[in-house]
């Protein structure tokens, strides 16, 4: 049974909360998780600066080391709780280029000889 971690939720419309779960990949998103791992509150309330984020830290630490792969919003807000380093091996790595792009340049350069061009962006 493949398990996820990602984010089920709840709430009126407008006024949204998110919890963290451990859950079947397989399931509906509001479905019943094996287990609650934190509260996300993205709202802000009167008077407060920072949206409010509740999560136990060992059990996320253990969901991830027995194979559970997180969402992609999750993999983001763990690295931005600090539980994920940046560089971890659940981030969304860049794909390299898109359907087609390699076979016209493979063609294009052929058998010419000279120095390779390469464009950079800034």
Known sequence: MPVRLRM???GRRHNR???LVAINQRTRRDAKPMELLGIYDPALKLGDT???VKWSVDRIK???GVGALPSKS???LLECG???P???KYHPKVSGPKFGTESLKDSSSGSTSGPEM???TS
Do not use: R
Request: aromatic share 12%.
């Open 50 to 52: 920072h949206k409010t």
């Open 74 to 76: 999750v993999v983001k």
């Open 17 to 19: 909360i998110f919890h």
């Open 86 to 88: 940046p560089d971890s």
């Open 118 to 120: 390469t464009s950079a």
């Open 62 to 64: 253990y969901w991830l």
């Open 82 to 84: 600090g539980i994920l």
């Open 8 to 10: 089920a939720m709840h």
